[in-house]
């Protein structure tokens, strides 16, 4: 994505280094707070992580060259850190896992939703930009310009994708009853809310957020892996259980490569907002059986 006009210019990340260790750390906080769901491992993990983070950029600095010291940029602009980096993601993974992720349509839950998923993107964003000052974090809603062939024709691909596979996985597995049942006009509208804003989220956090600041520090597909664990491990506990890894993985993956290509979040957001959609149909098609028979295969 475009750098800020007061962003430190980004080096290009070697492609192993020890500096994957405590990403990886911080990363399997993760499934220690959506998957085993054990806090304490959670926050333990954190702390670790950006300890190991901290003291391998205390090593670097102690030992870099003079010259390359010289070659800092100029004062007020800060070189990627990623302690700091790190810091931002452990920020939001604290907020999210603050709340139980199970489905639920109430009033109060759907509040409580809204106000854990908003302060996991708006944290680490404030900090980034009034703490840190280093504008870290953007959402490029418009990105690379128009979209190609390619781009419309996979988003047709996506709800040809999403109606052949996610009836099958959500019925015969019978995961959809790890959301409420939705019977009533009410509760299908609520339901249809809930999936579309959870979508948008997952692209402003796991995207923008994660995996944009993982890639300051990593090669693509170290920063996009890296990126998925946290993504799977919060859709886990979502609903997407028994095999849904074997979705969840190479849609986070593949979200990962469409924004680095396109660098415009309106693209990954609409991509997911339609398989969303799909994934809506199900379940109102799962909690009613006849109403969509029709529509779906299984």
């Known amino acids: 994505m475009p750098a800020h ?15 994957l260790a405590p990403a990886l750390v911080v990363c399997l906080a993760a499934p220690a707070f959506f998957v085993v ?9 954190l702390a670790a992580g950006l300890a ?12 870099r060259p003079a010259s390359v010291e010289a070659a800092t940029p100029a004062a007020g602009i800060r070189a990627p850190s990623l302690t700091r980096d790190l810091s931002l993601i452990a920020a939001g993974l604290l907020v999210v ?4 992720l199970k489905a639920e349509l109430d009033d109060l839950a759907m509040l409580r939703f809204a106000l854990a998923l908003a302060g996991a993107v708006a944290v680490p964003c404030a900090l980034s930009r009034w703490v ?16 190609t062939t390619f781009q419309w024709v996979w988003l047709a691909a996506v709800l040809v994708l999403g109606w052949l596979i996610l009836p099958f ?30 979508g948008i989220w997952d692209e402003l956090f796991f995207i923008c957020t994660c995996f944009a600041l993982l890639r300051r520090h990593f090669a693509f597909w170290q920063a996009n892996v890296l990126q998925a664990v946290v993504f799977v491990s919060f859709l886990w506990e ?22 680095m290509k396109t660098r415009s979040l309106a693209y990954v957001v609409t991509v997911h907002l339609l398989f969303d959609a799909v994934v809506f ?5 799962a909690h009613n059986p006849g109403l969509l028979d029709g529509f779906f295969l299984v």
């Open 5 to 19: 006009p007061d962003a430190a210019p980004v080096p290009i990340p070697v492609r192993w280094s020890w500096r």
């Open 37 to 45: 769901r054990v806090a304490w491992l959670g926050w333990l993990l």
């Open 52 to 63: 190991i983070a901290w003291t391998l950029e205390r090593r670097d600095a102690a030992t």
């Open 97 to 100: 896992s603050a709340i139980s």
């Open 132 to 147: 840190y000052r280093d504008r870290a974090i953007r959402f490029p809603w418009r990105g690379g310009g128009r979209w």
């Open 169 to 198: 996985y959500f019925i015969t597995s019978g995961v959809y009853l790890n959301w409420p049942v939705v019977d009533t006009p009410e509760l299908i509208a609520r339901l249809f809310v809930g999936v579309g804003a959870v």
């Open 238 to 259: 979502l609903g997407y259980q028994a095999w849904g890894p074997v979705l969840t993985i190479p849609f986070a993956l593949l979200q990962g490569f469409i924004f």
């Open 281 to 285: 149909l199900v379940l109102v098609h």
